[in-house]
């Protein structure tokens, strides 16, 4: 067996299913392999959406997605879902390549990328957007280096990792008893669960039970943990009322009689209003970056007037931004069960006031009938489609902002959105992995300026044989950064020419319809969930509603707002 047999036989013994990937360079071993494994590819049209792709389906099934290709292309197109697993906690493995060509690299052979005079250097962008990376040199080593990047990316704070493969040992025989020894792969992936202290469990408990107004604030590390259980237990057990982050939507239902929405800048201000009435705090999973503070407002957080308690399975986010009473070191869902076996408390507060914070979800233009759609109505259309069985993928730009505040979410794990780094075009990549790796339904929603840089996806679904219905919210402009402008046409390069999506669906192999009034909008969501194949919906919307201006939280307008 040569190593990139043995390569593919311990993806195989992890439980792969998939990887997603585009062939070139040493690679190629590996493709070479994988019609003979159980292991199945899905090659999009190119390793940015491949990223992608792992990234969320690590981040969907808490299994590190694979992402495998060629290292130049690895580290420039396949950085971006590399950023958005790293920043957002994202298990995810990447086997790529350096292109060292044998005894050339010391001559600069073409696409070299393993540092040498003359090419470029891999591992330092490795560096840059890895938790940890390997370059073995060697049969077993290589193998040992894919365990530990297995192991290293669901260990604690979950992210990507990578192993650079070298260009001979990809090729050569791995020895039968190699010293020292490469042991079986479940064994070396194994992991375990950290717990916090029961002295940081009782400190809280107490602070908890004390409180006549406790608040959570549940943030993607619920997600990572898988806890939702959790977190509902404690919720109620406390009688606190649970508002999230950004990309902790949808860890707890929208629905639920103790939510109170989503804080931050363009959160909602029912949300926001609640955590600062709040006396004391229990932040999971969150780290509270400026978009979820409020970029620092004084009256938002209050460490000298409120108990905060932070549970993280990061040390150092413990207390980052704000002075912390008790830190929970560990997973969410240990911390979390901890609190909900050790104690509880009731109040007069929390239902009532949770019940007042959700009427954020809602407001008069959203049941607007004008032509053409106000955004907000069109999240109402797509709300009404979204059930316990549906996944939401959101891309960034204005569109996530309407989503975020008017996409009342029914249940858990039902909405993502890319707020890791944030970058443009997730959703559509994102969507298609979800569809894999899930039952359900999935929408991915995009501003027509995210959706045409992977609108390629759609393609890919096609291939693969799953639905999508994918949304864009068509203003034919950068909306966002059109909408920043202080005069008339002081930003360059922010209008598009107006292309026809649903025809480009079509040439896809998909269908395409294209509508301008909310009822046009609430058939199509439903025809194309019904649909067996993807569907591009291409809605078009009112561009002079001004998000920020609607939705701008009055606690970041009073420190100026707009942090861009």
Known sequence: MNTSERLVETLENLGVERVFGYPGGRVIELFDRLPESSVDLVRPRDEREASVMAEMHGRLTGDPGVLVGQGPWIGSLGVIGQMEARLGSSPM????????????????????????????????????????????????????????????????????????????????????????????????????????????????????????RPVVVAGNGVHAAGAYDELRTVAERYDAIVVTSYLGKSTFPETHRLAGGVVGSFGHEGANRVVSEGDALLVVGCRLNPMDTNWGAPDFVRPAEQTIVHADVDARNAGWVYPADVGLIGDAAESLRELAEAGAASNDWAESRAATARESFDAPECESAATPMLPQRAVKEIERVVDADTVVTADSGNNRFWLLNYLQTPAVRTYFGSGGVGGMGWANPAAVSAALATEKDVL?????????????????????????????????????????????????GVEFHDTDFARVAEAFGAEGVRVESPDELGDALRDGKASATPTVVDARIDRDEDMAETLQSSFYASVGGLHE
């Not at 996806?457 to 864009?472: D, I, L, N, R, W």
Request: glycine share 8%; proline share 9%.
């Open 444 to 492: 991915a929603v995009a501003g027509d300026g995210g959706f045409a840089m992977t609108m390629t996806s759609v393609e890919t679904a096609v291939e693969q044989g799953v639905a999508p219905t994918f949304v864009v919210l068509n203003d034919t402009s950068l909306g966002m950064v059109r909408q920043m402008q202080r005069g008339p046409d002081d930003i360059a």
């Open 93 to 212: 493995v990447v086997v790529t390549e350096a292109s060292e060509r044998g005894d050339y690299s010391t001559v600069a052979p073409y696409q070299q990328s393993r540092g040498d005079y003359g090419g470029v250097e891999l591992p330092k962008i490795l560096d840059a957007v890895t938790k940890e990376h390997w370059c073995p040199r060697t049969p077993p080593e290589t193998v040992r280096s894919l365990q530990l990047a297995f192991k290293h990316a669901v260990a604690g704070r979950p992210g990507p990792t990578a192993v650079v493969l070298d260009g001979n040992a990809v090729t050569e025989e791995m020895p039968d008893d190699p010293i020292p020894p490469v042991w079986d792969d479940a064994a070396q992936t194994r992991t375990w669960s950290a717990a916090p202290t029961p002295r940081d469990v009782a400190a809280a408990v107490e602070a908890l039970e004390s409180a006549d």
